[in-house]
């Protein structure tokens, strides 16, 4: 993007913490408007009624201030008001004062009002949990599109899309599941900003994954990042679990066994060692030179490994027959 007319504007924090009072502690007047109020709602009056009477400017401000910026539906700001007041109401302080056990519990509580509690927290109070509430790769997106702003994370999806399918990565994993996963880093280190990405919040993102499985499209983005010189070097990616499978090396001569383990050790795909495994007795086994990609091709592999399999054989080969 060369034009300044589709350059985005900067990208400032918000809201404005210091405009607001941010004591945890009730005032006398809050105390007794919640206690008044909230307990009205299983009485059965209206919830936008509740809040017009329960006059707790304080209280309200912030959350009102954070709902436009993410342009939460004004439907559903009165039930993320109701659901805020109550939880404060019923643990005896303000928001500002809350646990990240508590803020957990009051997000995963509502429905249409999740997204909007969530951007409280984070916004707001440096809630910096989104990760243990599930299906990350959801609520990261959605926080990043409506905290940063949908044309800014459109722009960067469409830039980052061009990039990975130049690079020969698949449609899905350029336009869905790397995207998925630079929005999580983004909301993780507070700012729209590739430049102000470091490897170690990369690192933390990665820590906080229980499967190593999990960390594969990070390595992509730590790829990005580095091909516009933002980190040194992309982070080694984690590798899925392996299991032995001892009975597959049966009748496979030791010098073949040995190069199949150092293709599988060292290399991106398997086609090597599967082509060894797929059927091929010691007694027909092929040699380098007998290879060819349409006998690979036969062997049950797919179009991505017939071509990391032209990478493999040369006229010269250097690997010594069995």
């Known amino acids: 993007m060369t034009g ?38 299983g009485s059965g009056v209206l919830p936008s009624e509740v809040v017009e009477r329960c006059r707790v400017p304080r209280l309200l401000k912030p959350i009102e201030d954070v709902c436009a910026h993410i342009e939460l539906q004004k439907k559903y700001w009165v039930n993320t008001k109701i659901l805020m007041l109550g939880d404060m109401a019923a643990r005896g302080r303000s928001f500002w004062g809350w646990s ?7 997000i995963k509580k509502g429905q249409h009002e999740k997204p909007g509690v969530a951007a409280i927290a984070y916004l707001l109070c440096e809630f910096d949990s989104i ?8 609520i990261f997106h959605g926080l990043a599109t409506r905290i940063f702003g949908r044309e800014r994370v459109r722009r960067l999806f469409t830039e980052l899309e061009a990039m990975l399918m130049q690079w020969g ?14 929005c999580e880093v983004l909301v993780t ?8 990405l470091t490897l170690e919040v990369l690192e933390k993102v990665r820590e906080r994954r229980t499967s190593k499985a999990k960390a594969h499209y990070l390595s992509v983005v730590s790829k990005v990042l580095a091909n516009r010189k933002i980190i040194s070097a992309p982070i ?4 899925r679990p392996r299991y ?4 597959l090396l049966t009748g496979v001569p030791e010098k073949w066994a040995q190069a199949a383990k150092y293709w599988r050790d060292n290399a991106k795909y398997t086609c090597f060692c599967s082509a060894l495994w797929l059927g091929l007795s010691s007694s027909i086994l092929l040699t380098h030179r007998e290879w060819t990609i349409p006998r690979v091709y036969r062997n049950a592999l797919g179009k991505r490994e017939a071509s990391a399999a032209k990478l493999l054989i040369s006229p010269e080969p250097t690997l010594s027959e069995p």
């Open 169 to 182: 990565y698949r449609d899905r994993t350029a336009k869905v599941y790397v995207p998925r996963v630079m």
């Open 4 to 41: 300044t007319s589709c350059t985005p504007p900067v990208w400032v924090w918000p809201v404005r913490l210091e405009d607001y009072d941010r004591d945890p502690e009730f005032k006398a007047s809050e105390a007794e408007a919640l206690k008044v109020h909230a307990s009205s709602l």
């Open 236 to 239: 080694m990616r984690m590798e």
């Open 100 to 106: 990240e056990e508590e803020w957990l519990a009051s």
């Open 244 to 247: 032995p499978n001892p009975h």
């Open 131 to 138: 990760h243990k509430l599930g299906r990350r790769n959801f």
């Open 189 to 196: 280190n507070r700012s729209p900003h590739l430049e102000d």
